[in-house]
């Protein structure tokens, strides 16, 4: 976005780590239309046995794919999260909530019920960790990373960060190394996926500016996002050792973060 001034300001704000305080959830959930919240959820400690008879049998059969049991029991615990989650704001059994796919993978929810307005939803997931995010009417997306810098930490960066962003990196050390590493990855992760494109959409195209407090912001991108609605890009923090970002059509909304 060009100022009048000439210079470039970013098209996505940044704000504020959204949650300091993760709390329980309250026995009864509604949202407003200026409201965000996010869901933190511990896959180990909530898997039971039986969460495999809330999923479809095609979800199932994903999960039966799969190489590893761990790996195995975590799809079905995140998507039996999401389902109850989902199920909180829809008012309807966890089972039988139908999902829409797009043409990049982004799911939506199939034919939600007359008296909720439309819901969106989006889901990152890391080892144990998922974090879920819902709002009404508005592109939203999240993703979540262990930080965990790889050793080939510039090569993978060539992937995803542009030319001026490798520069940068590359001058960097230490912890402020893997943080801005991780804060351009979810970053542009969550944006993508509040788009809905996947990566039909090149990560390179999006740059963004993080600050001293490792907080991003998007400061330019090639066409897509040009003339649209203001965006917001928020941090968030949700177990040591890990980092998320979620990305936001609109903004200064009232956050709500609790945890299960």
């Known amino acids: 976005m060009i100022g009048q001034d000439g210079t470039t300001r970013p098209v996505v704000t940044c704000c504020e780590p959204l949650v300091d305080n993760w709390r329980p959830p309250p026995p009864a959930v509604?949202?407003?239309?200026?409201?965000?919240?996010?869901?933190?959820?511990?896959?180990?400690?909530?898997?039971t046995d039986r969460q495999g008879e809330i999923l479809t049998e095609a979800e199932l059969r994903r999960a039966a794919k799969l190489r590893f049991v761990a790996d195995r029991r975590r799809f079905i615990a995140r998507r039996a999260a999401l389902r109850q989650v989902l199920s909180r704001y829809l008012q309807v059994p966890a089972d039988t909530i139908a999902f829409d796919v797009n043409a990049h993978g982004k799911p939506s929810i199939k034919a939600p019920p007359a008296h909720v307005e439309t819901l969106?939803?989006?889901?990152?997931?890391?080892d144990d960790l998922a974090l879920i995010v819902i709002a009404l009417n508005r592109r939203i997306g999240v993703d979540v990373e262990r930080i965990n810098l790889p050793p080939d930490d510039v090569e993978v960066a060539r992937q995803f960060l542009s030319e001026k962003e490798l520069e940068e990196f590359a001058g960097l050390q230490g912890t402020t190394r893997a943080q801005r590493f991780f804060a351009m990855w979810t970053g542009k992760e969550a944006v993508l996926k509040a788009l809905g494109t996947g990566l039909s959409l090149s990560p390179r195209l999006i740059e963004l500016a993080v600050d001293d407090d490792g907080c991003p912001a998007i400061s330019s991108l090639e066409g897509t996002l040009?003339?649209?609605?203001?965006?917001?890009?928020?941090?968030?923090?949700?177990?040591?050792?890990?980092l998320g970002a979620i990305a936001i059509e609109g903004h200064r909304l009232n956050i709500h973060g609790w945890t299960i």
């Open 30 to 47: 509604s949202i407003d239309s200026g409201d965000l919240h996010l869901w933190r959820i511990r896959l180990a400690t909530t898997l």
């Open 120 to 126: 969106s939803f989006n889901a990152s997931s890391c």
């Open 226 to 242: 040009h003339n649209t609605k203001r965006w917001s890009l928020h941090s968030v923090s949700p177990e040591t050792g890990y």
